[in-house]
């Protein structure tokens, strides 16, 4: 150890400024403990560079000092010294042979290389980044010792004799003795395995975010914006370029800025908003329905230092909610009168102001008690005085779709479509025509592909009308149609009955047609819709949606056999499917001959069982953990025909006892069965409710 201390003043001095001691170097005693040294091993390797000094410099001035052998030997400082660090060291002669490596290089190799014997580097196998093989001959290693120069920069990957790999940044430097002759080299290899899995994981998370379908925002405190994927430049306008570094309230209407005042304030007491709904405004002024999650990012000591901000655009959500409002007004208002003329103008006024337009008019054909043919017309938006002036719509070239029921005819400016003007006496709008530059026409049909009419549509400003318009007129002429049909089934059943006021058989049939169309078409919809909305709680909302889902899928079986017929079976376990979760699919038992529903008393029997079902689990056995339904069925003949007869049974379920008032899913069952002439009956036995159904089934299922 004098070597060290006492004979080598260069030595002497050097060491300390690297090692950051206060004292000269006195041997082992001044070293960290092993176990200290490990458990540091982060930070350590977060200082390769002075490690790296602290090793090269204090190696290469052992060896022009001559003293390098005792002082890695055994017993020498050094080699004390580089034991305790954590990182690979080893060093070779000048012919590459390892002739000495500490405890973390075996560690990194996974095997203990034969000194004396080894050539250039100790690990079992070695190869390039790009994964190909590498000689050993070929290492950074045997590069400097055959060039004498150190070799920076390189990364490599190395495997151990069980098969794992790992990458690694080698540092060789070459020794010279006094005299400036080779006499090996230092290699320092740094294990870059955290730092790929890091930058690896850096990478992945920060692709997630450019290929995110919703704008990943993140901003200061202050509100300023620092980072902008391309889902924000999509959503709003700005490239990233234009708009980081900015305030976020660019993207804030004047009005909502409160928001993001009372949104900052909850960051930084380090909350996290979800799903906060709002309204921002893009690069061009327009305004975008959004939803926002916003959550507090955290810097490494903890301290909140930004927020990153998530916003998805809920603009179709909006449209399509705004839309499904629309069109359950227009059901509600027109489903329930079967007056032509006012059936016409609630449609004529709801799709005027639902596609945005100036004024509407709805055209009709139709037949008066004697026979004779005229034209019914329906404003809104605009006074018949200027309509009337203008004279009726002739089957020009522009009208012709709509009248022949060919399809829609929207024009951004109706002036330049090359229809336009062609004929006469006027070749274009006549003088006083209320002014048409946006134009959307739609036909109404019948469901025998009978054209009823048309609407038709204007406004003063050209690209008024876009595809979401278009498509909700088209939805709105398409009830319309369905309440045209059956206000004209209503006229012509009251022409029949005035024609044959003592045909009390006729009268009969004809208002059971209408009847059964109307609640057909209509009715069940209607119904719902009145009962399940009158208050508007989530509630009945997602009452309404399960019955129309049970609908829907009473339609794909019969879909799945061309509306053919429909299975008892197949009927019964759609209809049961919404309740088998929690495990009630082994609580519901099913049994019955094969049986051969027709598509209208399919139907019926899915909307039974669903109300049957919806009622079970909200008060019934399956509202516990321990009832059981039982369904059966089977077939009786009669001379009359064939009835089917249900018999809903609950057991294990809360205390029954009757109800102080019929809740609608009881009257729903009762009318539709007293429709189809079947009978339904209500036992409230204390064991759980007993429901016997009967249903008149004809001899074909597809009658």
């Not at 004292?23 to 200290?36: D, F, I, K, N, Y």
């Not at 004498?148 to 920069?153: E, I, N, Q, S």
Request: glycine residues 8%; hydrophobic residues 40%; neutral net charge.
């Amino acid at each position: 150890m004098e070597g060290l201390t006492g004979h080598n003043a260069r030595a002497t001095k050097r060491f300390p400024n690297f090692l950051g001691c206060n004292s000269r170097l006195t041997g082992p005693r001044w070293l960290p403990q092993r176990e200290h040294a490990v458990s540091e091993n982060a930070e350590a390797r977060s200082n390769i560079p002075d490690l790296h000094a602290i090793v090269i410099n204090g190696l290469s001035e052992l060896a022009a000092a001559d003293k390098l052998d005792m002082s890695v030997g055994q017993d020498g400082f050094f080699h004390s010294l580089v034991e305790a660090l954590p990182v690979a060291i080893y060093t070779t002669d000048a012919e590459g042979r390892i002739t000495y490596f500490n405890a973390e290089a075996a560690r990194l190799w996974g095997r203990t290389p034969r000194l004396g014997e080894d050539m250039w580097c100790g690990s079992w196998r070695l190869f390039r980044m790009d994964g190909t093989a590498m000689t050993h001959d070929e290492c950074p290693m045997a590069v400097t010792l055959k060039t004498g120069k150190p070799v920076r920069g390189h990364e490599a990957i190395a495997e151990r004799p069980d098969g794992s790999r790992f990458p690694f940044i080698p540092y060789p430097t070459p020794m010279f003795d006094s005299a400036g002759k080779l006499i090996g080299a230092v290699n320092l290899l740094l294990d870059t395995t955290g730092r790929e899995n890091e930058a690896r994981a850096s990478r992945h998370l920060a692709a997630i975010v450019e290929s995110s379908e919703d704008a990943v925002i993140s901003k200061t405190l202050d509100g300023v914006i620092q980072s902008w994927n391309a889902a924000a430049e999509r959503m709003f306008g700005y490239t990233a370029p234009e708009i980081v570094g900015r305030s976020v309230l660019n993207l804030i209407p004047p009005q909502r800025h409160h928001e993001e005042d009372e949104i900052l304030r909850r960051l930084r007491r380090g909350e996290r908003l979800e799903h906060f709904q709002t309204v921002r405004r893009a690069k061009d002024g327009s305004l975008i329905d959004v939803s926002l999650t916003v959550s507090p990012i955290k810097d490494a000591s903890g301290n909140i230092a930004g927020a990153s901000k998530i916003v998805r655009d809920i603009s179709l959500e909006k449209r399509a909610h705004r839309q499904l409002e629309i069109l359950h007004r227009t059901a509600r208002d027109i489903s329930r009168d079967l007056n032509l003329e006012r059936v016409v103008q609630t449609v004529t006024d709801l799709a005027t102001d639902a596609c945005g337009a100036k004024f509407g008019a709805f055209f009709y054909n139709i037949v008066n008690n004697s026979g004779e043919s005229y034209m019914l017309y329906s404003l809104s938006g605009a006074s018949r005085e200027a309509f009337e002036k203008m004279g009726m719509p002739r089957n020009t070239a522009i009208f012709a779709p709509t009248f022949h029921g060919t399809g829609i005819v929207r024009s951004g400016d109706i002036r330049k479509d090359p229809r336009y003007g062609l004929n006469g006496p006027h070749f274009g709008m006549p003088r006083g025509h209320l002014p048409v530059v946006s134009y959307l026409a739609v036909p109404v049909l019948s469901a025998a592909g009978e054209v009823h009419g048309g609407l038709f549509f204007g406004h003063d400003q050209p690209n008024m009308f876009s595809e979401d318009s278009q498509s909700l007129v088209a939805a709105i002429a398409a009830q319309a149609a369905v309440a045209m049909d059956n206000a004209r089934l209503h006229r012509s059943a009251e022409m029949e009955i005035e024609r044959r006021r003592k045909a009390e058989d006729v009268k009969e049939l004809l208002l059971n047609e209408i009847k059964h169309r109307v609640k057909n078409t209509l009715g069940t919809v209607q119904a719902m819709a009145t009962q399940t909305f009158r208050e508007a709680p989530d509630g009945e909302k997602q009452a309404f949606g399960a019955r129309i889902q049970a609908l829907a899928e009473a339609h794909e079986g019969l879909n799945q056999r061309s509306w053919q017929s429909a299975t008892m079976l197949d009927t019964a376990e759609r209809s049961m499917r919404p309740f088998l979760d929690d495990g009630r699919e082994q609580r519901i038992a099913l049994s019955g001959p094969a049986v051969e529903l027709r598509p209208n008393t399919a139907l019926l029997v899915a909307m039974l069982l669903h109300e049957l079902g919806t009622n079970a689990v909200k008060y019934g056995a399956l509202s516990n953990l321990a009832g059981s339904v039982n369904l059966a069925w089977c077939v009786e003949k009669k001379k009359d025909g064939a009835i089917l007869r249900l018999e809903w049974k609950e057991a294990g379920g809360p205390a029954v006892s009757p109800p102080t008032r019929k809740g609608f899913g009881s009257r729903l069952i009762e009318r539709a069965l007293r429709g189809e002439n079947g009978t339904s009956e209500m036992r409230f036995e204390p064991a759980g409710l007993r429901c016997f159904l009967t249903i008149p089934l004809t001899d074909s299922p597809g009658d």
